[in-house]
């Protein structure tokens, strides 16, 4: 059972990066996928969770309009697209799975994850 992320690097305010979370070690279609992050200093936090099917996907407040959430066709990858970054979304973003398969915010919920990537956005 494994999860890694992908795509993230050093961008400059207003740019974009799009994350990739991939899964391998058994099926994970039917599990809901979410997106954490943790600034340097902070307590993670939650960004984006996208249900089994991909016809609910949640956002935080902070970055609804500007992060768009995605699973792949054969919903074991997903996708956060990441527009207009902002220096104050820089941090170690993880991927999650819930084994429940909804788009829940609680990191609680989510009993696996990955290593994260570090998004790194400079103003």
């Known amino acids: 059972v494994r999860l890694v992320e992908s795509g993230g690097g050093l961008v400059q305010a207003g740019g974009s990066l799009r994350l990739s979370c991939a899964t391998s070690g058994r099926s994970f279609s039917t599990y809901g996928m979410g997106w954490f992050r943790q600034a340097p200093g902070k307590e993670r936090e939650f960004v984006s969770a996208?249900?089994?099917?991909?016809?609910?996907?949640v956002y935080a407040d902070s970055v609804k309009g500007r992060f768009t959430l995605s699973r792949g066709n054969a919903r074991n990858t997903v996708y956060l697209q990441m527009n207009s970054l902002k220096p104050e979304d820089t941090a170690i973003y993880y991927c999650?799975?819930?084994?429940?398969?909804?788009?829940?915010?609680?990191?609680?919920?989510?009993?696996?994850w990955g290593q994260g990537t570090q998004v790194t956005v400079s103003s």
């Open positions: 999650a799975a819930d084994t429940s398969g909804s788009a829940r915010r609680e990191s609680i919920y989510y009993e696996y």
């Open positions: 996208i249900s089994w099917s991909g016809d609910i996907a």
